[in-house]
């Protein structure tokens, strides 16, 4: 059962790949800043694989989740010794457009191969369409449509963990762990509710809680703090308290947290659990705000995809899906977390 509340008006060879992972270390790389583009300079020696890979993805620089899979890609691209280039929309807004005008460029390009986030069913098809047309490795990772039809997105794999079971995975532990039954409630904290990654992943904890009488409310939040607090803030004034928040990202944790506090609430009486992990994420661990996260692993994401990538071009191997999640970290466990996203370099502006 779910009720929404909004403002008103308002996924060859394998052993390449197996044997890049192996050398994988836990430490981030970081790179030289570049104004045009985020670029990875690989190691001095000579590259085995000419021309330049692109990894881009779909969200703005103000996502820290993308800090961890850019240190991914930059930590392989180092060890393979081939040249990266990291794109992103530069705004938070209007992302699908921007994406799809950034591969656009990048095809022109003529890269050596391309990892691509697909957040949404069709919006990127044409071009994916183009660059396998011109026989340029392209696959997806982090994010692709659920059921991808494969005639619409003909991405040669995928690595990561689709959304939706993630989502189902939570869900499952969420049962386990709070012994949910008929009569509970979960508020979502949706603060990208036009984006189907998001909803993807509530609509996965939604399919395990529905059956057994919970109810679900998604808050349809953006990534405006003072505003989207200002909702939750009237939900939690206007509704019994929810018995569990689950937040998809860490601005909606953000969002929960700062209207929590401003109705003085402790992190005891509104018990919240979310999606990824990464700095912010952490810090609430930490002051015990979020009692669980589940991770689907952003710097395999990024690390993966590129030898995906660079297996594809170098040794002519198919590439291959790769599944990187799911983890669940609690906070007596985020200090093992922290070496993979890096705080320091989390903020994408200037990678």
């Not at 979502?188 to 679900?216: F, H, I, M």
């Amino acid at each position: 059962m779910r009720a929404t509340w909004k403002r008103k008006g308002i996924r060859g060879l394998l052993m390449p790949a197996v044997l890049a992972m192996t050398a994988l270390g836990l430490a981030a790389c970081s790179s030289s800043s570049s104004s045009s583009s985020k670029t990875s300079s690989a190691s001095a020696t000579a590259s085995a694989v000419k021309g330049t890979f692109y990894e881009l993805y779909q969200s703005c620089p103000s996502n820290p989740f993308w800090g961890a899979v850019n240190n991914g890609a930059r930590a392989a691209a180092a060890q393979l010794g081939v040249s990266l280039k990291i794109e992103d929309p530069l705004r938070c807004s209007g992302e699908e457009a921007q994406e799809n005008s950034l591969l656009t460029t990048i095809i022109n390009s003529h890269p050596a191969g391309i990892a691509v986030s697909v957040p949404y069913a069709s919006a990127l098809s044409a071009n994916i369409q183009r660059a396998r047309s011109l026989h340029i490795p392209i696959i997806a990772y982090n994010s692709i449509p659920p059921n991808n039809n494969y005639s619409v997105n003909p991405v040669e794999a995928y690595v990561g963990q689709p959304n939706y079971t993630a989502g189902v995975d939570l869900g499952k532990q969420l049962v386990s762990q709070y012994h949910l039954t008929s009569g509970d409630t979960i508020m979502v904290a949706d603060q990208c509710y036009t984006n189907t990654t998001c909803n993807a992943r509530y609509q996965g904890v939604e399919s395990v809680v529905d059956p057994l009488g919970v109810k679900v409310s998604v808050l349809n939040l953006d990534y405006s703090v003072p505003t989207s607090a200002g909702i939750v803030k009237s939900f939690l004034q206007t509704h019994s308290r929810p018995t569990l928040v689950v937040a998809l990202g860490s601005a909606g944790e953000e969002e929960v947290v700062d209207a929590a506090q401003a109705l003085g609430l402790k992190p005891s009486q509104l018990p919240m659990v979310g999606f990824d992990d990464d700095a912010v994420t952490n810090t609430y661990m930490i002051d015990g705000w979020v009692k669980l996260t589940v991770d689907q692993q952003p710097f395999l994401q990024g690390y993966d995809a590129l030898v995906d990538l660079y297996d594809a071009v170098r040794y002519q191997a198919y590439p291959i899906n790769m599944d990187t999640g799911p983890v669940f970290v609690t906070h007596t466990a985020n200090d093992i977390a922290k070496g993979w996203f890096n705080p320091s370099v989390v903020s994408n502006t200037g990678i």
